[in-house]
Every structure is written in structure tokens, then in C-alpha cells.
């Protein structure tokens, strides 16, 4: 069990530009989560995937994002023209997911964001 | 709508001294409950859970006991040591299952001086 990976670490980017992230879950985990989280505040939820269907979606994600977990395995997070608004920390995290467990989140590292 | 309000940080406590950080919630319906700690430089890490009213989560000599009566949850610690140094956020998921987003407080910032 190798943990949730998430490339890159690190992102800077110019204000306009597409970005793109990666999580590799644990193997196993059907469900897999996105969060933000900017300096001094928690994480907020974006979206949620249940194997390779995106379940729910957070009115945080503008048009602008948009989310992929195309076999059920790994995921990746765009964001389209980018705003200094989007810099932040984007955490990745996956479950099991199994109903009437007791389910845990185990999160990823993080790519933390920078848009000039 | 689903919130969790957690104390003002930073904390600051000697090694050895009482650790309390509060933690309140609002919830539709019955929540599940979690304390989540993040290290310097690592992810967020699943600290305790609990799942329903008047049970206590507990881990690493942390415990915290989930009521209903007064929509808390506040994580307690006997006798802290400079490793506990870190961020502690405390969660809900809605519905009285572990399943689904969580919510999350904004997060208290804990340091211990030996």
C-alpha cells in the first residue's frame, strides 16, 4: 500500500493558462475525492467519484474545472484559464467506499497551485 | 446547511500540559465526526472518528466524545508532547455515515515547547 500519489507537487503558472493534476489512488479504493484548501482555512470539497462516475460536484467547481477518473483508477483535475483566485492546495483523497462500512479518507500530499 | 467551527488557533502549550481544542458543529440530520491532524511538510491523516452520539473516538492518547445535546466534539489530550506540533482540523460527513464529502473546520495550529 503505496498511499495516495499526487504529481505535481508543485505548479506555478501564468494567469490564463490550463493546469492539470494528477491522483493515483489506493489500489482498491472505489471512491476517490477532491478538496481545496487555501492558506488558513480547511479543505472544501469539489467532487467525488464512485469508480469512473462522478457522483457529486461542489458549486465551488466553475465551468472552469472540470474532473476525470476515466477507468475507475487514477484522476485528473483541469482548470482552465487560470485566475490568481484558483492558487491554492488541491488534495486528493480515496476510500473504499463501501455502503454500511466504516469508511476513511486517506489523503494524498497535495499540489499546491500558483497562478501569477 | 452542514458546518463545523473549530476554536481560533495558534495554541501554544508547554510538553506535558493539558491539551483542549473545541469543536462545534451544525448538521442536518446525524453527522459522523472526525479529527484530522496534518504534520509540517505531510497530508492530512485520519486522527479519530465517531460515529454516533455519546461514542469517543481515540488514538495516540487523543480522545474525543461526540454530543449530540450540545453539537460538539472537542478533542482532548492528557499530556502533550512537541510531536503532537501540527494543524488539527475537525470533520463531519452527513447522514450518520462515514461515507460522502467531508466538511471540515478551518483548522487549529498546535505548538508544543519542550
Known amino acids: 500500500d503505496t498511499g495516495v500519489s499526487q504529481n505535481p507537487r508543485h505548479k506555478i503558472t501564468k494567469r490564463g493558462q490550463n493546469v492539470t493534476f494528477r491522483c493515483d489512488p489506493i489500489?482498491?479504493?472505489?471512491?476517490l475525492y477532491w478538496y481545496r484548501q487555501t492558506l488558513g482555512q480547511g479543505p472544501e470539497f469539489l467532487t467525488y467519484f464512485q469508480n469512473e462516475a462522478q457522483l457529486e460536484k461542489s458549486r465551488l467547481l466553475s465551468d472552469r474545472f472540470s474532473a476525470e477518473r476515466p477507468k475507475g483508477s487514477f484522476s485528473t483535475l483541469e482548470i482552465q484559464r487560470t485566475e490568481q483566485g484558483d492558487s491554492a492546495m488541491y488534495l486528493c483523497?480515496?476510500?473504499?467506499?463501501?455502503?454500511?462500512?466504516?469508511?476513511?479518507?486517506?489523503f494524498g500530499p497535495g499540489t499546491r497551485l500558483t497562478v501569477l | 446547511g452542514n458546518s463545523v467551527t473549530q476554536m481560533e488557533g495558534p495554541v501554544t502549550l508547554s510538553e506535558e500540559a493539558f491539551l483542549t481544542i473545541n469543536c462545534t458543529y451544525t448538521?442536518?440530520?446525524?453527522?459522523?465526526l472526525f479529527w484530522y491532524v496534518q504534520y509540517p511538510g505531510e497530508g492530512l491523516q485520519l486522527l479519530l472518528k465517531?460515529?454516533?452520539?455519546?461514542d469517543k473516538g481515540s488514538n495516540k492518547g487523543f480522545e474525543a466524545t461526540y454530543r449530540k445535546e450540545t453539537t460538539s466534539f472537542h478533542l482532548e489530550k492528557g499530556s502533550v508532547q512537541v510531536s503532537d506540533s501540527a494543524v488539527y482540523f475537525c470533520a463531519l460527513s452527513e447522514g450518520g455515515s462515514t461515507l460522502g464529502r467531508l466538511y471540515f473546520g478551518r483548522g487549529t495550529q498546535l505548538t508544543v515547547w519542550p
Open positions: 489500489s482498491e479504493h472505489n471512491r
Open positions: 465517531a460515529t454516533k452520539a455519546d
Open positions: 483523497a480515496s476510500s473504499l467506499g463501501l455502503a454500511g462500512a466504516t469508511d476513511t479518507q486517506y
Open positions: 448538521a442536518t440530520g446525524y453527522p459522523s
